[in-house]
């Protein structure tokens, strides 16, 4: 059989994405296909995905994806516990550091946001359980780019509490991230798996 027969006899599959995505950017599509939407229930991974989404604000998620590990090394792995003791001698050193976002105010945010988060913790057992308590304990289906009800409630009141850089875009393009929202596109192949 000559290899234009073999060829044409083989039929691919593809798999239909959200239409947002830029299937020729393969760690955007892997970041789609494996961790986007997909239910996050520890809250270290929760104050990661927050407080990359407030570094976000502004900026392309696609900039923020290509630097997350070296916002992992240099924010100690997203340990609230431990960002929320930071000081300014740590503070100056992730200001040199060029493998991140370089923003002051984000950095200093995400101290002031881990000690808030930690307070959350420990009047509602998780920030999980926090989160949920504005969702009504189920996932959302909502593939809108406008914020939600209870990303604007969840936003309302993280501001009332202090937190920076949560406003209802943030947090609902993260609860979005997280899985508190299914925004996969109906079409999307994960879209009844979420």
Same mark, same amino acid.
């Given at each position: 059989?000559s290899p234009?027969k073999?060829?044409? @006899?083989?039929?691919?599959?593809?798999?239909?994405?959200c239409?947002?995505?830029?299937?020729a950017d393969?760690e955007?599509v892997?970041?789609?296909?494996?961790?986007?939407?997909? %239910?996050?229930?520890?809250?270290?991974?929760?104050?990661?995905?927050?407080?990359?989404e407030c570094?976000?604000?502004?900026?392309?998620?696609?900039?923020i994806?290509?630097?997350?590990?070296?916002?992992r090394?240099?924010f100690?792995?997203?340990?609230a516990?431990t960002?929320?003791t930071?000081?300014?001698?740590?503070?100056? @050193?992730?200001?040199?550091?060029?493998d991140?976002?370089?923003h002051?105010g984000?950095?200093?945010?995400?101290?002031?946001?881990?000690r808030?988060?930690?307070?959350?913790q420990?009047?509602?057992?998780?920030?999980?359980?926090?989160i949920?308590?504005?969702?009504?304990?189920?996932?959302?289906?909502?593939?809108?780019?406008?914020? @939600?009800?209870?990303?604007r409630?969840?936003?309302?009141?993280?501001?009332k509490?202090?937190?920076?850089?949560?406003? %209802?875009?943030?947090?609902?393009?993260?609860l979005?991230?997280?899985g508190f929202i299914?925004?996969?596109?109906?079409?999307?192949?994960?879209?009844?798996?979420?």
């Amino acid at each position: 059989m000559s290899p234009d027969k073999r060829d044409s @006899s083989v039929k691919s599959f593809e798999v239909t994405r959200c239409q947002w995505l830029n299937t020729a950017d393969q760690e955007y599509v892997e970041y789609h296909d494996k961790e986007w939407g997909k %239910p996050i229930m520890n809250d270290d991974r929760l104050y990661e995905a927050l407080m990359l989404e407030c570094f976000q604000a502004g900026l392309s998620w696609k900039c923020i994806l290509r630097k997350r590990a070296a916002f992992r090394l240099a924010f100690d792995n997203w340990e609230a516990s431990t960002v929320a003791t930071y000081n300014a001698d740590k503070i100056n @050193s992730l200001m040199e550091n060029p493998d991140i976002i370089r923003h002051r105010g984000k950095i200093v945010a995400a101290i002031i946001n881990a000690r808030i988060f930690l307070d959350i913790q420990s009047e509602y057992g998780s920030f999980e359980a926090y989160i949920r308590k504005f969702t009504g304990h189920i996932i959302i289906r909502d593939h809108q780019n406008t914020p @939600s009800s209870a990303a604007r409630n969840i936003s309302k009141h993280l501001k009332k509490l202090g937190m920076k850089f949560t406003g %209802p875009s943030t947090i609902h393009s993260f609860l979005q991230a997280t899985g508190f929202i299914n925004a996969h596109d109906p079409c999307c192949f994960l879209y009844s798996q979420c």
